[in-house]
């Protein structure tokens, strides 16, 4: 065996700066977005889509990435902690 790789480095490509990042130094961010759907018959029909996207690291420190995801996780924990 010879030198150990780590395996491909897959680029992802930051949707604020398009620089090529590293998989694994890329931020990635969920955006969940809700939209209603014209469909009169069914009752609110609600679709949710999520979006990842990737940041390099400096545009994920400009924009507050870190943050964002902070309080993400947050906001999932006090809903699994159920505050009724
Ligand atoms: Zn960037």
């Given at each position: 065996?010879?030198?150990?790789?780590?395996?491909?480095?897959?680029?992802?490509?930051?949707?604020?700066?398009?620089?090529?990042?590293?998989?694994?130094?890329?931020?990635?961010?969920?955006?969940?977005?809700?939209?209603?759907?014209?469909?009169?018959?069914?009752?609110?029909?609600?679709?949710?889509?999520?979006?990842?996207?990737?940041?390099?690291?400096?545009?994920?420190?400009?924009?507050?990435?870190?943050?964002?995801?902070k309080k993400q996780?947050?906001?999932?924990?006090?809903?699994?902690?159920?505050?009724?």
């Open positions: 065996m010879g030198k150990k790789r780590r395996g491909r480095d897959r680029l992802m490509t930051c949707v604020s700066c398009g620089r090529a990042v590293p998989r694994d130094k890329a931020v990635d961010y969920e955006r969940r977005s809700s939209f209603t759907t014209d469909f009169r018959d069914k009752e609110n029909v609600t679709a949710f889509s999520s979006n990842v996207e990737y940041y390099c690291i400096s545009c994920a420190k400009h924009r507050k990435i870190f943050e964002k995801k996780a947050e906001r999932r924990r006090e809903r699994r902690e159920g505050r009724f």
